[in-house]
T-cell receptor
Framework: QQQVKQSPQSLIVQKGGISIINCAYE??????FPWYQQFPGKGPALLIA?????SEKKEGRFTISFNKSAKQFSLHIMDSQPGDSATYFC???????????FGTGTRLQVFP | DTEVTQTPKHLVMGMTNKKSLKCEQH?????MYWYKQKAKKPPELMFV???????INESVPSRFSPECPNSSLLNLHLHALQPEDSALYLC?????????????FGSGTQLSVL
C-alpha cells in the first residue's frame, strides 16, 4: 500500500512534443505528490508538486494532473526540449509520515 | 544559499578501508537525510536526522555509521564495505521532517567498492 507505480520506464519524444508520465498510488492517506527531476551526475531536484485539493497545477511548460478518485497523477511536459532530457521521479507522502515514497522513475529523452 | 554540498564527488575504496562522506547545508534546515541510489533506480532512504538526533534508520547494515555533529553537517562513516555497496550516496535536507517538506538534494558521492 506504500508503493507508487510509475510508467513508462523510458520515453522518447521529439522536440516540441508533449511528454506524459503517469503514476498511481494506493494509500488514500497520501496528500502530497511531488515530481523530482534528476540529471546525470546530479541529485534529484523538486520540479513541481500538487496537493489533492486541486485537480491541476501548472508551472511554465510543466503541468501536474491529479485524479483523486482514480488515485492517479501525471506529469505533462509541453513543448518538450532537449534540455528536459532527464530522469523523472514521482513521489507521494502525507503530512503525518516521515518519508517520501518514490516511484520507479522514467528516463525521458527529447531528440531535436 | 540553497545548496547542499557533498564531498567527495567520487570515492574508490577497498573492502578493508575506512572512509567518510560529508554533507553541509546552510539553509537552517533541521532535517537531514542519507539516501542510496543504484543506477536507474529511485533513491532509497537510509537515515534521517531531525534536530541533530537520529530519528530513522531504515535497517541499514552497521558498516554504515551516520553522524550529525551540528545542525549544518552530516557525515556518513564507511567501514568494511562490500562491492554491492557501490552506488551514488545522496545527502538531502528539508525544513522539517514531515513527509510533505521539499527535499533539497546534493549532487552525491559516487562510491565504488573494490
Amino acid at each position: 500500500q506504500q508503493q507508487v507505480k510509475q510508467s513508462p520506464q523510458s520515453l522518447i519524444v521529439q522536440k516540441g512534443g508533449i511528454s506524459i508520465i503517469n503514476c498511481a498510488y494506493e494509500n488514500t492517506a497520501f496528500d502530497y505528490f511531488p515530481w523530482y527531476q534528476q540529471f546525470p551526475g546530479k541529485g534529484p531536484a523538486l520540479l513541481i508538486a500538487i496537493r489533492p485539493d486541486v485537480s491541476e497545477k501548472k508551472e511554465g511548460r510543466f503541468t501536474i494532473s491529479f485524479n483523486k478518485s482514480a488515485k492517479q497523477f501525471s506529469l505533462h511536459i509541453m513543448d518538450s526540449q532537449p534540455g528536459d532530457s532527464a530522469t523523472y521521479f514521482c513521489a507521494a507522502s502525507s503530512y503525518n509520515t516521515d518519508k517520501l515514497i518514490f516511484g520507479t522513475g522514467t528516463r525521458l529523452q527529447v531528440f531535436p | 544559499d540553497t545548496e547542499v554540498t557533498q564531498t567527495p564527488k567520487h570515492l574508490v575504496m577497498g573492502m578493508t578501508n575506512k572512509k567518510s562522506l560529508k554533507c553541509e547545508q546552510h539553509m537552517g534546515h533541521r532535517a537531514m537525510y542519507w539516501y542510496k541510489q543504484k543506477a536507474k533506480k529511485p533513491p532509497e532512504l537510509m537515515f534521517v536526522y531531525s534536530y541533530e538526533k537520529l530519528s530513522i534508520n531504515e535497517s541499514v547494515p552497521s558498516r554504515f555509521s551516520p553522524e550529525c555533529p551540528n545542525s549544518s553537517l552530516l557525515n556518513l562513516h564507511l567501514h568494511a564495505l562490500q562491492p554491492e555497496d557501490s552506488a551514488l550516496y545522496l545527502c538531502a535536507s528539508s525544513r522539517g521532517q514531515r513527509g510533505n517538506e521539499k527535499l533539497f538534494f546534493g549532487s552525491g558521492t559516487q562510491l565504488s567498492v573494490l
